[in-house]
């Protein structure tokens, strides 16, 4: 039923089994930036969604087509580098001493106070 790739069971698969069921029961209360980033993801790396861009060697003319990529914050590969330029930006934010990093959950019956 489930197709794993490399071994690993990635984002992108787990949304490609799940989303349009997930969508079925939640629809109504996802953000539409959510949306739009889980179909970048699924469509990441598809040459037919995204293309793709071909280098060839001047030399022997062999190519290489490499397929564009989401750069969604919910793609593994791509939101890694979205994250570590983040950090790098928040760190030149930061005074140079110890500190703790805390987060607080605001409660489901709330949420759409803070719902952006």
Known sequence: MYEVI????????I?????????IVYRGN???TV???VARV?????????GYSV????VCGSKHIVAHTCKSRFCNACGKVKNDEWIV??????L???????????PWEVRLIFRG
């Open 6 to 13: 490399s071994g690993k069971y990635t984002i992108k698969q």
């Open 15 to 23: 949304l490609k089994d799940f989303w349009a069921d997930f969508l």
């Open 30 to 32: 996802i953000r539409q």
């Open 35 to 37: 949306l739009d980033n």
């Open 42 to 50: 699924m469509s990441c790396r598809d040459k037919n969604k995204l």
């Open 55 to 58: 280098y060839a060697c001047p």
């Open 89 to 94: 930006k928040a760190q030149d934010r930061l």
């Open 96 to 106: 140079n001493v110890p500190h703790k990093h805390l987060v607080f959950s605001i």
